[in-house]
């Protein structure tokens, strides 16, 4: 394919990807549905007429919604037949939008003239625990090489439900958090700003597809047409609040402070060619989790910090998703076994991605080995965690053996002293 759009063979946003998200900008202070590509953002909101496929016709008004709810609450071959449209319209050998100068003034924007917003309504959030490399490292730390997996880990996505209200689009800044710690074992516990901050590499699933009915359950085996398509995301940790409070029920308060998604949603059908072998799984698992197909993708994953005093940012991760144990259909369908309904907007965090090496570790806690291994920045100094003024930016991408590149953006976040009390 080829776009009449010009852009850098470096672009996260070739016409083979086309992500969707949500923006304002100086031509609509109203929150508009736009594709990206390139440097720019073709609005269809501007264009709805022109999904005059055989499916779209009659749903043209999801592309005029203020959101991407009701476009993901279609069906997967409607998603299909929306991508196919979007390519033919940005295709070089079309000239519906290219010779019509008009049309054109209207439907792009800069994506530097953009601000853009959460791409959907998220009515609810889990985050798994599904990297077995992390999961791992974190069992060593706190349990030994002997205990590092609990004896469910393997048997099932592992996972706690996220705090929506507190999910956040890249560039939106957060707090470091109050609570309760314990810094001396056996002492009484500490209230106060939480000094343990971390990041957690993560990608997150957006759920699409009808609403569910309670009482009713997916199988790994059918959850593809339930997974609309991926995001990045940090899910911000407060390690000393997490460990004082995690038993007996796990996460609260550590987890609920803010979780930063990037902007663009990239489908489902721009990863197939990025496919890849599931991970190994011993023992096989139970029926409703089992899924013969190839659904686990080679998603090159990367964390960089700048500290405040200095422009120069130190990539201090660089991961992959290929590294996840439990499949993202195998996440939905342990989600739904006992009944639980589905919702399109519905958001499923990876949970930490860590690798094989010291250098793909997803979180500050295994990067610095509990504090125990600083990090060095190549503006000088060093880290153990996150410090006041840190600017943590997550990147994910595809690239084939012809180059094509399939890009997520940046999900980005700054760390702000905790507020005054």
């Known amino acids: 394919m080829k776009s009449f759009i010009e852009y850098s063979p470096s672009t996260d946003f070739p016409i083979e990807n086309l992500p969707y998200g949500v923006f304002t900008s100086f031509k609509n202070a109203e929150p508009h549905i736009g594709v990206a590509i390139g440097d720019l953002i073709l609005d269809l909101n501007i264009i709805a007429h022109l999904f005059d496929g055989p499916l779209l016709k009659s749903k043209q008004n999801v592309f005029k919604a ?10 997967k071959p409607h998603w299909q037949e929306a991508r196919a449209t979007l390519q033919k319209l940005l295709d070089v050998s079309t000239t519906t939008l290219q010779n019509d100068s008009a049309l054109r003034e209207k439907a792009f924007v800069q994506q530097s003239d953009a601000t853009m917003l959460l791409p959907a309504e998220i009515g609810d959030y889990t985050d798994f625990y599904s990297s077995i490399h992390h999961a791992t490292n974190v069992g060593i730390m706190f349990r030994g090489k002997d205990n590092a997996l609990f004896p469910n880990w393997k048997h099932l996505p592992v996972g ?12 939106k800044p957060i707090h470091r958090p109050y609570g309760q710690t314990l810094p001396v074992e056996g002492a009484d ?6 000094r343990l901050m971390d990041f957690e590499l993560e990608m997150g699933a957006f759920v699409g597809g009808a609403p569910t009915e309670l009482g009713e359950w997916v199988t790994a085996e059918n959850a593809g047409d339930r997974i609309f398509g991926f995001v990045l995301m940090n899910d911000w940790s407060a390690r000393d609040i997490q460990k004082w409070e995690y038993i007996p029920l796990g996460p609260f308060t550590a987890k609920n402070l803010g979780t ?9 059908d721009a990863l197939q060619p990025y496919l890849v072998d599931n991970y190994p799984q011993d023992p096989t698992p139970f029926p409703y989790l089992k899924h013969d197909d190839k659904y686990n993708f080679d998603i090159k994953l990367e964390v960089d910090i700048t500290p405040e005093s200095s422009p120069v940012a130190t990539t201090i991760c660089r991961s992959n998703y290929r590294y996840m144990y439990w499949t993202v259909k195998q996440q939905l369908a342990q989600q739904t076994v006992t009944g639980c309904n589905l919702r399109p907007g519905d958001l499923l965090g990876s949970g930490t991605i860590s690798g094989e090496t010291a250098d793909s570790y997803g979180s500050m806690l295994e990067l610095s080995w509990k504090g125990t291994k600083p990090i060095r920045l190549l503006s000088g100094g060093e880290r153990k965690f996150l410090q006041d003024g840190d600017t943590v930016t997550l990147r994910g991408f595809c690239i084939d053996d012809k180059g094509t590149r399939i890009g997520f953006g940046k999900c980005e976040g700054k760390l702000l002293a905790a507020k005054p009390q």
């Open 66 to 75: 203020k959101n991407l709810n009701e476009f993901m609450s279609l069906t």
């Open 260 to 268: 930063t998604i990037s902007p663009w949603v990239v489908t489902i």
């Open 160 to 171: 706690y439900h996220g705090r929506s209200s507190s999910v956040v689009v890249s560039g």
């Open 189 to 194: 516990p500490h209230f106060g700003p939480c």
